[in-house]
């Protein structure tokens, strides 16, 4: 079947603005959510639902959090962990304060708390830029690391300062949080938020305040001059940015390790997300996936290539390689396309519309 | 464009034989303005009057204060002196976005389209401040979000006929020539439905036959909807064929305001163009 979108023709403005204009890409879709909801789940082992799919789809939410505030909105943000905690202690903080809540709010609410506080944080943005502001948002990270070390109330008083996820329970009696849950539960809730979640951010950057923020990113001042206001409009970033962040970092402790400490948000995460959005592709919520499909992938990949591969290498060994050929793939992606998988696929796409003939 | 329509039946004593709306009152004015960056004058004194529904054309050498004149009117500088009138009300400082809320649209001298974004796009965000629609409503494309982006794009399209480049209506504006650029560029002021609008240099950069198609867009906006034009342009012949007033600025003054015949026979300006006296 080739990738054509030669004979559909669009009768009216609504139909042009689909998503998914072109039918081979619906069915596409349609497909690799058929194997994510149904093939998966039947197939997966323990091992690759809770090493590889389930900190796949928390990333991916981190990704596209940092990628509506940075590849959208244009502001450059080092504070993902900071948030991502965030959102991991307020749903802690939720799911004990108010024990009968469903999940799904506890995760919504976190997402609400967290994007209150990067707001907070993102008031600098309307005065400074690019480099600048990225330092400006260490301070969140460092930050709120900080406060949720230092103050107690945020870990209910626990001596370790670990906090470990609630069980909790949707439709009555499925568990999918806490150590009870099963691996498989686990991994269709997350799924099932990702999915609306993922469709939330394509619509919302399709829309009128998607537009906005890439006003702000391409061209500040010619976007101000055409009535866009420039602060609510990088607020607005921040505020939902953050609210994805902070889903992510809630999912992250409640389902992905069921129990973190501060020191797992530390600067690493923050840059690994934006690693993940740089390779993934800027201004692309394909590209999150990409992305996060990437960085959580590859490691995987190269600890377990030495054993597929029948070669005898020190453990040490194989944990040094795997930072020198990770570091060199990410150097070899970026040098191919500087503007990441999403691009790569983009180009692919234009060159079957041709194929077989070159012009 | 149904304005177009709701005012042509109202009465035909609001038109000119050839089809315009009549220039009507003052609808901006300059009163005194100056405007100095450090010790640079950049602006003395200057006052004129834009009138509604003209095509008011402001000239002058390099460096007279042209642009200046149009970041003061639309809010991006704030003179030091003087009041900018605006339907009015006199209004002190402001921000660009609220002169594009009170229906003043631009274009400028280096183009300056959202690089990343679509032409359509381009011009659709040019309707932004229209849509009311909530981030909930946007998030799940529901109710009004759907309504308002198919009704806006429905307007847009129009502009976009309008100005003859519907075959790049997709294209990231990055990759389009730079006529095409000035013209998406324009498509995103219009968008706005703007009762004045502000060119800076629209033909820059541009051979005869853009040059025509720029003029006759410029004419046919301001024949079609009414709007007030205020340009700023080099090319004398457009200037004179196309403007129903002209101001002169030299060196931040005022040199001269009034019928492109009037102007072209004041000594003044005869001698800031030609050399003349200085």
Redesign the interface.
Request: glycine content about 4%; proline content about 2%; overall charge positive.
């Given at each position: 079947m080739l990738y054509r979108e030669a004979g559909q023709f669009k009768t009216s403005y609504a139909a042009d603005q689909q998503i998914f204009p072109i039918l081979q890409d619906r069915v596409g879709i349609a497909v690799i959510a058929a194997i994510a909801l149904g093939v998966l789940p039947l197939v997966a082992t323990e091992y690759l639902t809770t090493t590889i799919l389930i900190p796949f789809l928390v990333m991916s939410i981190a990704a596209i959090g940092l990628n509506i505030l940075t590849g959208y909105a244009g502001q450059l943000s080092l504070g993902t962990g900071g948030f991502m905690a965030t959102g991991a202690f307020a749903a802690y903080k939720l799911s004990t304060a108010f024990p009968d809540l469903n999940i799904v709010f506890v995760f919504l609410g976190s997402g609400v708390i967290t994007a209150f506080v990067g707001v907070l944080f993102g008031i600098p943005s309307l005065r400074i830029k690019g480099f600048y502001l990225a330092v400006a948002t260490l301070a969140a990270q460092f930050f709120l690391l900080w406060l949720f070390n230092k103050v107690p109330w945020f870990t209910n008083y626990s001596s370790s300062g670990v906090i470990s996820a609630p069980p909790r329970a949707i439709f009555g009696d499925i568990m999918v949080t806490g150590s009870s849950a099963h691996y498989t539960a686990k991994y269709l809730f997350l799924l099932v938020f990702v999915g609306f979640l993922a469709l939330a951010a394509k619509n919302l950057t399709r829309c009128h305040l998607g537009r906005a923020w890439m006003a702000i990113r391409d061209m500040d001042i010619a976007a101000e001059i055409i009535g866009i206001k420039p602060l609510q409009t990088k607020l607005s970033a921040f505020a939902i940015s953050s609210f994805y962040c902070g889903i992510a970092g809630a999912a992250w402790a409640f389902i992905y390790t069921g129990s973190v400490e501060p020191l797992a948000f530390s600067i690493e995460i923050s840059f690994k997300v934006l690693f993940m959005v740089i390779i993934g592709g800027l201004g692309s919520i394909l590209g999150s996936f990409l992305g996060a499909g990437f960085m959580v992938l590859l490691p995987v990949i190269l600890t377990n290539a030495p054993h597929i591969l029948g070669l005898n290498i020190p453990v040490d060994m194989i944990s040094h390689l795997e930072y020198m050929i990770f570091g060199a793939l990410i150097i070899f992606f970026l040098i191919v396309e500087p503007h990441g998988l999403a691009r790569l696929w983009q180009i692919g796409k234009e060159k079957l519309r041709l194929w077989p003939f070159p012009y | 464009m149904s304005s177009t329509a709701v005012s042509a039946a109202s009465g035909s004593d609001a038109f000119t034989a050839d089809g315009r709306h009549k220039i009507g009152g003052v609808i901006l004015s300059v009163q005194n303005i100056s405007l100095s960056f450090g010790g640079v004058r950049a602006l003395t004194n200057i006052s004129f009057d834009v009138r509604q529904h003209e095509i008011l054309a402001i000239i002058g050498p390099n460096g007279a204060g042209k642009s200046s004149m149009l970041n003061v009117i639309?809010g991006?500088y704030h003179p030091q002196e003087g009041k900018v009138i605006h339907k009015g009300q006199e209004r002190k400082r402001m921000?660009?976005?609220m002169?594009?809320?009170a229906g003043i649209?631009?274009t400028?001298q280096n183009i300056?389209?959202?690089?990343?974004?679509s032409a359509l796009?381009n011009i659709?965000?040019?309707r932004?401040?229209m849509?009311k629609?909530g981030?909930l409503a946007?998030?799940?494309?529901l109710g009004r979000?759907?309504k308002?982006?198919?009704e806006h794009?429905?307007f847009c399209?129009k502009i976009i006929d309008f100005l003859e480049i519907e075959a790049v209506r997709k294209t990231p504006v990055g990759r389009l020539p730079y006529g095409l650029q000035k013209r998406v560029e324009l498509g995103?002021?219009l968008a706005?439905q703007p009762e004045i609008l502000l060119l800076d240099e629209p033909m820059a950069g541009m051979n005869l036959e853009e040059k025509e198609d720029m003029c006759r867009f410029i004419l046919d906006v301001n024949k079609e909807f009414g709007t007030t034009i205020v340009l700023i342009e080099h090319d004398m012949g457009v200037v004179m064929d196309i403007s129903d007033r002209v101001v002169v600025l030299d060196y931040g003054r005022k040199l001269a305001d009034g019928t492109p015949d009037e102007v072209r026979a004041n000594q003044d300006v005869i001698d800031a163009y030609l050399g003349g006296g200085h």
């Open positions: - | 639309n991006f921000r660009p976005f002169a594009a809320r649209a631009r400028f300056a389209l959202f690089k990343g974004m796009d659709m965000t040019g932004n401040t849509m629609s981030v946007q998030a799940f494309y979000a759907r308002e982006e198919t794009r429905e399209e995103r002021a706005a």
